[in-house]
Nanobody, 120 residues
Framework: QVQLVESGGGLVQAGGSLRLSCAAS????????MGWYRQAPGKQRELVAG???????NYADSVKGRFTISRDNAKNMVYLQMNSLKPEDTAVYYC??????????????WGQGTQVTVSS
């Protein structure tokens, strides 16, 4: 069982920065991809950034060059550094772990979410 707890959200002015952290108890770096998703009011949840077990990283086009994802396997942590924030980045941000079981099958684990609000 994987339990995820996010922290670091808040209110920031446009152009500012925030760093989100996610403590992933029970995660395994050998099987678990980690990532951040977000959901704005009235919109579907979308991938912001992900990092695989092998360290491959991908970003949503809307955050490339502004956000940086990283993971600390020894501490079971994943981070999202968000710079040059824009009002359109306002959303609830969710930490995600995808545990792979082979054959393309995986199980998703989610945190409770942390609110990020960017004022103009």
């Amino acid at each position: 069982q994987v339990q995820l707890v996010e922290s670091g959200g808040g209110l920031v002015q446009a152009g500012g920065s925030l760093r989100l952290s996610c403590a992933a108890s029970g995660s395994r770096s050998s099987t678990d991809a980690m990532g951040w998703y977000r959901q704005a009011p009235g919109k579907q949840r979308e991938l912001v950034a992900g990092i695989t077990t092998g360290g491959r990283i991908n970003y949503a086009d809307s955050v490339k060059g502004r956000f940086t994802i990283s993971r600390d396997n020894a501490k079971n942590m994943v981070y999202l550094q968000m710079n040059s924030l824009k009002p359109e980045d306002t959303a609830v941000y969710y930490c995600n772990v995808k545990r792979g079981y082979g054959g393309g099958f995986h199980v998703d684990y989610w945190g409770q979410g942390t609110q990020v609000t960017v004022s103009s």
